[in-house]
């Protein structure tokens, strides 16, 4: 029989984890409490960072219908819960792994696929959404420039072979 304050844990992270885009799990031995702060603070726009037992988050993941994280609840846990864009918080996690080694990124959830610790990488080596999207829409305004230039091209050729054929004639014209 499980416990009230057991049950009602892993409820909220059951609904922590439906209620995000993606999460994250890290490892955060050696990791100190101003560093762990320092940590939350940079995730505060983008994620929820929160230590975790190992046992109620595989209850709660089983429960959320996710899959893949019972092979490395393992050791001191911690996820980010991710809520803004995954992409921001990949590279905050990334950023504080570099300064400090003691954080290990493990594994992660993503819209509800499993993600190992390298495609957590190659998400945080990804631009910013803004910046994918100006180039999505550089690249539209250029077929649509294409587009129009073919469309006046045959128009455009046509005149220059009329002006041509006037040209011509007026000159032979004014030869005879």
């Known amino acids: 029989m499980a416990r009230p304050d ?15 885009n993606a999460a994250v799990l890290t490892e955060y031995r050696g990791l100190t ?8 603070k940079a995730l505060s726009g983008n994620a929820n960072y929160a230590v975790v037992k190992n046992t109620l988050t595989a209850i709660a993941a089983k429960e ?14 911690a996820i980010a819960f991710v809520t803004g864009d995954p992409v921001e918080a990949a590279k905050g996690l ?6 400090n080694p003691a954080l290990v990124i493990k594994a992660g959830v993503v819209d509800g ?11 945080a080596d990804l631009e ?7 180039k999505a829409a550089g690249v539209m305004k250029a077929k649509l420039y294409q587009a129009a230039y073919l469309f006046t091209a045959p128009a455009s050729q046509a005149v220059r ?11 032979s014209d004014a030869a005879a």
Do not use: N
Not at 7 to 14: G, K, Q
Not at 94 to 99: H, P
Not at 115 to 122: F, P
């Open 94 to 99: 990334r950023d504080f792994a570099k300064a």
């Open 161 to 171: 072979t009329v002006e041509a054929l006037r040209v011509k004639r007026e000159e």
């Open 6 to 20: 057991k049950a009602a844990a892993v409820a909220e992270l059951t609904e922590r984890f439906r209620g995000s």
């Open 64 to 77: 959320a219908g996710l899959e893949g994280l019972d092979d490395v609840l393992e050791g001191p846990s």
């Open 33 to 40: 409490v101003a560093q762990l702060k320092t940590l939350r």
């Open 113 to 123: 696929r499993p993600v190992t610790a390298a495609d957590i990488t190659k998400l």
């Open 128 to 134: 910013s959404r803004e910046v994918l999207l100006a």
